[in-house]
C-alpha cells in the first residue's frame, strides 16, 4: 500500500515561513505528477501547487511569487517551501500523487495555522 508521509507543519507568524515536506518509500514516484492541495475550516479543498514528472510546475494564484514546489526524485520526497504566509493560508496541506484528485494517492495531511 502506497504511504504518503508529510511533515513540516505547525504555528508560524504572519510573513514568516515553513517548508513542508512528502516522503514516500513505495511509489514509483519519479513518474508521477505530484502536488499539494490545502483544505480550510469550511472550505473545499483546493490545489496549491503541482509539479509534472517532467518538473513542469503550475501555482495557485494566491500562492504564486510566495510558496515554491519542488522534488527530489532520488529521496522520493515532495516540498513545499511558504514564504510570507499570511493567515488565509491556514488550512491543513495534503500531499498527492497522480495528478487527477479524483484517483491517485492522498497523505494524511499536516496542519498549518497563520497567526496575525
Known amino acids: 500500500q502506497v504511504q504518503l508521509v508529510e511533515s513540516g507543519g505547525g504555528l508560524v507568524q504572519s510573513g514568516g515561513s515553513l517548508r513542508l515536506s512528502c516522503a514516500t518509500s513505495?511509489?514509483?514516484?519519479?513518474?508521477?505528477?505530484m502536488a499539494w492541495y490545502r483544505q480550510a475550516p469550511g472550505k473545499q479543498r483546493e490545489l496549491v501547487a503541482r509539479?509534472?514528472?517532467?518538473?513542469?510546475?503550475t501555482y495557485a494564484e494566491s500562492v504564486k511569487g510566495r510558496f515554491t514546489i519542488s522534488r527530489d526524485n532520488t529521496e522520493k520526497t515532495l516540498y513545499l517551501q511558504m514564504n510570507i504566509l499570511k493567515p488565509e493560508d491556514t488550512a491543513v496541506y495534503y500531499c498527492?500523487?497522480?495528478?487527477?484528485?479524483?484517483?491517485?494517492?492522498w497523505g494524511q495531511g499536516a496542519q498549518v495555522t497563520v497567526s496575525s
Open positions: 498527492h500523487a497522480g495528478g487527477d484528485s479524483a484517483a491517485g494517492f
Open positions: 509539479i509534472t514528472a517532467g518538473g513542469s510546475t
Open positions: 513505495q511509489l514509483l514516484f519519479v513518474a508521477y505528477t
